[in-house]
Structures are given as structure tokens and as C-alpha cells.
């Protein structure tokens, strides 16, 4: 059965940072292709930032580039998302998810991905 369960959210003002985890069980987390998704009150789940089985290599939507970084750690099966110089507009609820597969053109694309956690709530203030 497969869990994720992140944790890290806070409340911060902006400019600070946070470290987003991500715990994973369940199944082979190496093998899957793991991505950060934020949604806002009143806004559609977007993706954030997700990394891929091949070398691994990273992908990023453009409002977090130079400022997000997402990596793994195989050894401990746990996602990680470090958010540096964070804006109120980061404001929402964060979740992990992971899929076997996603298209490397569409790997930000929210519905390609099987697997979510609960959410973690970061509030950035002005």
C-alpha cells in the first residue's frame, strides 16, 4: 500500500525558507517519478516542482525557478522540496505525489500522477 506523508509546512514571512519532506512506503521509490503540487483556496491543484527516474533530472513551473529545489534521498524513501526566498503567492497547501510513469512533456501535469499525500500548509506573509 503505498503512504506519503509530508511534512514541514509554516507559517513564514516572505523572504524566509522552508524544507518540505515527503516520507514514502509502500513501493519501489527509486523506480517511480516523484512531484511537488501547491493549491491555493480557490484555485486548481498546480504542479510545483518534480524530479524523474532518468539521471534523475528535475523540472520546475517557471514562478519557482532559482528559488525551489527538490531532490531524494533513496536511502531514507523521502522527497524533499527546499523553498528559499518565498512569496506570499507560495501561499497554499502542499502535496506529494508520485506515479510509475509520466511523460517527461507533461510531468507537472497533476492528473498523470497516482499517489498523493495529505497536504502540508504553507502560509507566506507580506
Known amino acids: 500500500q503505498v503512504q506519503l506523508v509530508e511534512s514541514g509546512g509554516d507559517s513564514v514571512q516572505a523572504g524566509g525558507s522552508l524544507r518540505l519532506s515527503c516520507a514514502a512506503s509502500?513501493?519501489?521509490?527509486?523506480?517511480?517519478?516523484m512531484g511537488w503540487f501547491r493549491q491555493a483556496p480557490g484555485n486548481e491543484r498546480e504542479g510545483v516542482a518534480a524530479?524523474?527516474?532518468?539521471?534523475?533530472?528535475?523540472y520546475y513551473v517557471d514562478a519557482v525557478k532559482g528559488r525551489f529545489t527538490i531532490s531524494q534521498d533513496n536511502a531514507k524513501n523521502t522527497l524533499y522540496l527546499q523553498m528559499n526566498s518565498l512569496k506570499p503567492e507560495d501561499t497554499g497547501t502542499y502535496y506529494c505525489?508520485?506515479?510509475?510513469?509520466?511523460?517527461?512533456?507533461?510531468?507537472?501535469?497533476?492528473?498523470?500522477?497516482?499517489?498523493w499525500g495529505q497536504g502540508t500548509q504553507v502560509t507566506v506573509s507580506s
Open positions: 505525489s508520485a506515479s510509475p510513469y509520466v511523460p517527461r512533456a507533461r510531468v507537472l501535469q497533476t492528473d498523470l500522477y497516482n499517489y
Open positions: 509502500g513501493y519501489s521509490f527509486s523506480h517511480y517519478c
Open positions: 524530479i524523474d527516474t532518468a539521471g534523475p533530472t528535475t
